[in-house]
């Protein structure tokens, strides 16, 4: 395998055409919808960008060379992919939601019901987990990129069950909110533990543990098959801890001011007339 797929191969036209129309609509009929619901809760600039990066991510981990070069060459390469795609995309994705949108799809009776379920913070946090460890067992993942349609059922169940996993911390409904931001902080370190041992597999394996990268010819860099595996372990780690802290000092610093918010509304500051008042007082003393 020595020579690099065409541009279909790697930039995946198809796809790209799908981000665009998703990205058209979230801003015709999202932003500037028309309804109540829309009118009452508009979205911000911020949660427009933040949205319109998530789905540039998605492309990007998807539909770009990252993709092809990971699945035929690199598993350092893939394991990069696994963590845009499955630990910052969910992410942006839900801050860049209106919750009047998702409030829209409970409606159905049947949507609701599963949604509340699987969305209950125990089982989201082991239902991915537990998919992405079963996934990097060796003779899954060998079986599963040799054959299209069950790697696609696979990334697709993955996905959805990232953006689950991450609904529990950045829920944009109040009324399904179930964990408070200590229980937040806890929920994303139980994460980091549950995904700990998956990397750990990789990183310390002294053998080639995926029989897809064991005789692979890599035409454009020099890095063995095993230093690409630790690599690609080493990667995933490493960007897990930082998306998992900067995730925690972003619930701590939200917790902080809103505790500030709240001393703040139990004891206001004196206003100027009470402080002449009391200047007033102290002088006719």
Known sequence: MSQI????DLWSPVLLLIVVVIAYSYGRFVVNGNGSAAKSEPISTSQQLLFYTGLFL???GQGSPINYIGHHYLFSMHMLQQTILYLIVPILIWLGTPAWLLRAAMTNVVFRGLFSFFTRPLIALFMFNMLFSI???PFIMDYLMKNDVP??????VLLVTAFIMWFPVFCPLPELNRLNDLKKMAYIFGNGVLLTPACALI???????????SNVTV??????????????GVIMKILQEIIYGATLAYIFFRWYRRERKDEDELDPLP???SLNNQGGNWNRA
């Open 5 to 8: 797929g065409g541009f279909f």
């Open 58 to 60: 998605f492309y990007v």
């Open 135 to 137: 996934y990097h067992m």
């Open 151 to 156: 790697l696609f059922a696979y990334h697709t």
């Open 203 to 213: 990183i310390f394996a002294d053998t080639i543990i995926y029989d897809m990268y």
């Open 219 to 232: 035409p454009f860099v020099h890095l063995s098959p095993l230093d690409d595996q630790q690599l690609g």
């Open 271 to 273: 206003s100027q007339e």
